[in-house]
């Protein structure tokens, strides 16, 4: 039995939940793999895998040995890349998270400069706006908005994301514009679920820090959802300054309470606390840092670049 390989198709396994795709993805059938496994089983003593008619999922002991397998994966990439004709270019999958809207419009679109840059390295993008275990789910590198509670990952401040205060114009003119802060309780606001502080909304004005609870008929837990819910007129939302760049440079959304800026966020690339970070990881995370930080709209000021002269 190669340890290697077994413990390869265990942790694709193990991160896709789905033989039939683990068997695709490697080049081999679902019988191969179901027979490799069992094997691997059976050289450990343990059940890795609790199969039922509908998913998979990992045993205490599949979940154990899961983590030994990443770093000993990791190392084994590292030790790789680190000699001869590999050490000069990168190679390899790296799974990248990022939240639904960040990755469609900012990276995605940078996607084919990466690779033309790093021709060996393939990529596997998983978006949700839900922040997901990065150990648990196999992800190499994260973009994460916001302050970290998760003091087990290794963060690289690389962005800031300013927000905007932004609502239709259409609804606007039906329902007025709020002067302060506090008018918004007498708006529907349109809440995102994810956020930390949940419909707690805090601004930065003339008089210092304001907190306002807000509340409205729409919720989600997406911002592709809160755009399009905002654009219809459906509400105010508080939302980052790039998701609404064009549609403020268009009049299709309008910027109120531009002397109360909604508190900004930082943008971080986040993997986790391994003693070993492989040259792919690190390659892409170079490449990304500085493909944000020369964005203006991912750089600072993106608030005032994304409003209207007044």
Known sequence: MDRIESARIFVRVAEIGNLTAVARQLGLTQPTVSRKLAVLEEHLGARLIQRTTRALSLTEDGKIYYEHCRRLLDAADAAETSVGHRA???????????????????????????????????????TADAYDDLVGTGIDLAVRIGELADTVLVA??????????????????????????????????????????????????????????????????????????????????????????????????????????????????????????????????DFLADEFRADPLLAGGGARRASPPR
């Open 156 to 285: 690289r401040r690389v962005g800031v994301t300013d927000r905007v205060t932004v609502g239709a114009p259409a609804y606007f003119a039906r329902a007025g514009v709020p002067a302060t802060p506090q008018e918004l309780k007498k708006h529907p606001c349109i809440v995102h679920t994810q956020l930390s502080t949940g419909n707690e909304w805090h601004f930065t004005g003339p008089g210092g820090p304001v907190k306002v609870r807000v509340s409205g008929p729409f919720l989600a837990n997406n911002s592709d959802a809160i755009r399009e819910a905002t654009l219809a007129g459906l509400g105010i939302s508080v939302s980052p300054a790039w998701l609404f760049h064009d549609a403020i440079a268009d009049g299709r959304a309008r910027v109120v309470l531009p002397d109360h800026a909604p508190v900004a966020l930082p943008i971080q690339l986040v993997h986790a606390s391994r003693r070993l970070v492989s040259p792919k990881v690190r390659a892409v995370a």
């Open 88 to 126: 000069a270019a990168p190679s390899g999958l790296i799974r990248i998270a990022s939240s639904v809207a960040f990755g469609r419009l900012h990276i995605v679109p940078r996607l084919p400069r990466l690779l033309a840059v790093y021709p060996d390295i393939r990529v596997e993008l998983t």
